[in-house]
């Protein structure tokens, strides 16, 4: 199966941040582009989380660690693991989830 990212209308998921969202029988993805500024509030869920800076600077507070991300840093988030972010600049990330993340759908 092929799938053209530009054919998928982004969501917005929270106010500032909008993915284009494709899941599969295991796995959620999440391509992201976030508003310069806009905030992604503390949550957690079960599925494990990794997720790929493409582009911008993004700030992530995982286990109590504020960390800014750059292109190329991944990290790994852990299942309930509580997490919150900030977009520094204006950023392209890319989130996976296993399993699907049902709230997406």
């Not at 790994?76 to 989130?95: Q, R, S, V």
Request: glycine share 4%; net charge neutral; with cysteine.
């Amino acid at each position: 199966m092929q799938i053209e990212l530009s054919s998928i209308i982004p969501k917005e998921i929270v106010p500032g941040c909008y993915a284009k969202l494709i899941h599969t029988q295991n796995m959620s993805f999440a391509f992201w582009t976030i508003e310069k500024g806009a905030t992604i509030p503390v949550h957690h869920h079960m599925n494990e989380q990794v997720m790929q800076v493409l582009k911008g600077e993004f700030e992530l507070t995982l286990n109590k660690s504020t960390k800014i991300y750059k292109p190329g840093s991944l990290v790994i988030i852990p299942p309930n693991l509580p997490h919150y972010g900030k977009a520094i600049t204006a950023c392209e990330l890319l989130d996976v989830f296993s399993p699907v993340r049902e709230d997406y759908k």
